[in-house]
Every structure is written in C-alpha cells, then in structure tokens.
C-alpha cells in the first residue's frame, strides 16, 4: 500500500460554521453529507451520506477495502475528508476536533499494545491523558474494568493478553470518559464465539443505557441480531440503509411460509390446490413450504387463520427469511444490473 495523501484542509462550503448546541438532543448523533476521501489511486469514499439517530445502534457492512475504516477514521477525527463533511452530536468533526473527541469512544480494528505495562497501567494512562484525576480517575478505571471483566487482569501485562481480552481493554479505554457514541472498528474480528457473545452482551446493555453505537463487522448475522439498522458501503459508496428485518423479507411481493402439521401431512397440498393465491413449493418431512402471493403480514394471517378454520392440524407456520448474506449479494446484483457505477 502507498503511503497516504497528505491531509488537504475540505473546502470551507463543505462544512457548517454554526456553533452547535451540545444539550440539544434532537441533533443526530452521527450526521455525515457527501463526505469523500481518496488515496493514491484509490477512491476509499465517495460522496457517503447517512444519519445516525441518538441511542441507535447501526452496523457498518461490507468487504474488504470497502471503505469503512476511512468513513470511522473520519468520524473519530483521525483524518480529513477530501469533500464533504461529518458531524458528531452537531459537531463538525474538521472544526471541533476536541468537542467531537469528548463524545465518543473510538475502539480502532488494530490497538497499539505496550510492552511492560500492566492492564490497570494501560487504563489509568488513558484516563490521566482524558483529564481525570485523584479520586474521579480511580473511580472512573474501576467501573470500566468492572463492565468489561477485567478486574481479575488487572495486573496482566498488556502485551500478554488474549484477543478476546485484548478487544475487551480497548473498549474498556473507549469508556473511560462515558462517551455519548461508540465508534467500534470490527470489534468482534478473530473472536472465538464465547468471546464474540460477551462482547455482544457489553454492547446491548450500552445500547440499553442509550449511548448511539456505530460498529463495522463482516458478520452479518451477528450484526443483523444487535443491530436497529444496517448501512452497507461497497467500493466507497453507500448502497443500501435498512433494519434487518427489511432486508430479510427483501422487496419481493410474495413470501414463502414453512408450515408443519401433526399429521395428515398430505392435506396441505391439497389445501393449497383450492386456494389460487397459494402456490405448494415443496413438501418437507412434516408438512411442505408454500408462497403465498402476498407479503402483506395481515394477508399471511389471513392463510394461516383459514388453515384453521378448515380443520388442517398445523403446529408450525413461520415465514423463510432470507439470510442477510443473501440480501447483501443479492443487492450487489442490483446495482450490477442496474449499470450503476460501482467500480472505479
Ligand atoms: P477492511 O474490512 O479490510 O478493514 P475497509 O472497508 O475498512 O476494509 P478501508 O480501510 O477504509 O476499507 O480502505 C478503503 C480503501 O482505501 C482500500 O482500497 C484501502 O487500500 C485504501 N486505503 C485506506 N487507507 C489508505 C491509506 N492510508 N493509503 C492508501 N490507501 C488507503
């Protein structure tokens, strides 16, 4: 990789010269406007829009080199975009460097490790350089150790720490300073899965408390789970904002349905032969998929109640969600299809 462009200060039109208000709320925590940003010969983001609400928790999908460590870096005022801007809690992130800074917690995918330095050394460091002192710093590193269980490593050596604990100091460092938005770089990267379910723990009971939680993974499933939303970047440019949820069920007009019964499993084809907006798909060991010519959730009950009412003895009806994987590719495909230009 070449070395990286010099930082260019953005053009003043693109960034807003009002002094925000810190104390109003209805500021989005995360606000970023055709923020773009470029390296030797390569267009890491172009022209990225999108909103974050206050107390939201937002996945940040794509592949490799997609562009999203640039977007983060950004937003944690690691760098300047080239075009455009970002703000955090109203706060231009090039013109309130140190404002931005105060709000949010930055968990970087790679953290510099130290040799000769313990765990509790590690974070009173970064609480000393954060400006707490005497007994508010004490305080302050014991609760983070406390949430992110690390009081019994307290005297681990920093560089002597596994992954999972590792990624579980680094967010222990984003917290010092109770931060209103958590900006976390693929925190769950090369985490075994007991590891991955604690750090997604840590992470519902800070959505709980309401802190706007920004993180990037590869795991789609995973992020589909803790996630109110999903903002997929590919090749520099946002293709796609939605719940989870939406992109499961996809823009299609009709939807496939699993249904079981107790017996007499032949029936459900026949059932399906007399209902000319049902089609039969399959038949599976206790029952059969069938797509119903609708994705209305009031129309899919309605199937479902008339099941019952015609005696047909089901004890299972759940609709198919697509895998957000397949969403992902699938909208990929689109935007080939549609000759967007995606690639540069
Ligand atoms: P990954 O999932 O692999 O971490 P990413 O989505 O975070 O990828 P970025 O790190 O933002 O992607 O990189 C986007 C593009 O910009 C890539 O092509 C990358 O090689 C390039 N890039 C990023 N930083 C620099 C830099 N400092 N100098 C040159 N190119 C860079």
Redesign the pocket.
């Known amino acids: ?4 462009a010099p930082i260019e200060t953005p053009p003043s039109s693109a960034v807003d010269s009002a002094v925000p208000d810190p104390d109003d709320r209805d500021t989005a925590a995360i606000e970023v406007r055709n923020l773009s940003r470029s ?2 010969g ?1 267009h ?2 172009r022209s990225v829009s999108f909103t974050v609400a206050r107390g939201q928790v937002i996945g940040f999908v ?10 983060m870096r950004i937003l944690a005022t690691l760098d300047h975009p080239d075009a455009g801007a970002a703000r955090v809690c109203g706060f231009d992130v090039v013109r309130y460097p140190a404002e931005v800074r105060r709000r949010i917690g930055w968990m970087p ?1 790679h953290y510099g490790t130290y040799s000769n330095m313990t765990v509790l050394e590690y974070l009173d460091f970064f609480a000393r350089a954060l400006g707490f002192r005497g007994e508010e710093r004490l305080q302050r590193i014991s609760e983070v150790m406390d949430f992110t269980d690390l009081t019994g490593l307290a005297d681990r050596l920093v560089d002597t720490l596994s992954k999972g604990m590792g990624q579980r100091l680094c967010l222990g460092r984003a917290l010092i300073h109770d931060p209103e938005v958590l900006i976390l ?2 925190p769950a990267a090369g985490l075994d899965p007991k590891a991955r379910v604690e750090l997604k723990h840590l992470l519902r009971i800070l959505s709980e408390e309401g802190k706007t939680v920004f993180i ?1 993974s ?1 795991i789609l499933s995973e992020l589909g789970e803790m996630c109110d939303s999903l903002l997929f ?1 590919h090749q ?1 440019e946002i293709i796609h904002h939605g719940s989870a949820e939406s992109l499961r069920r996809g823009s299609a007009a009709t939807c496939l349905v699993e249904v079981r019964l107790a017996h007499s499993i032949e029936r459900l084809a026949e059932w399906v032969s007399l209902h000319p907006h049902v089609t039969f798909r399959e038949a599976t060991r206790n029952g059969g998929r069938i797509e119903i010519d609708s994705a209305e959730p009031g129309e899919i009950a309605t199937v479902l109640r008339h099941m019952i009412r015609d005696d047909l003895p089901v004890t299972d009806f759940h609709l198919q969600e697509r895998k957000l994987e397949d969403a992902f590719i699938e909208i990929l495909g689109e935007i080939e299809a549609s000759g967007v230009p995606v690639v540069g």
């Open positions: 990789m070449s070395d990286p390296f030797p390569v890491a983001v794509g592949a490799n080199g997609a562009g999203k460590t640039t977007t995918d770089d693929e990037s590869h970047i520099g």
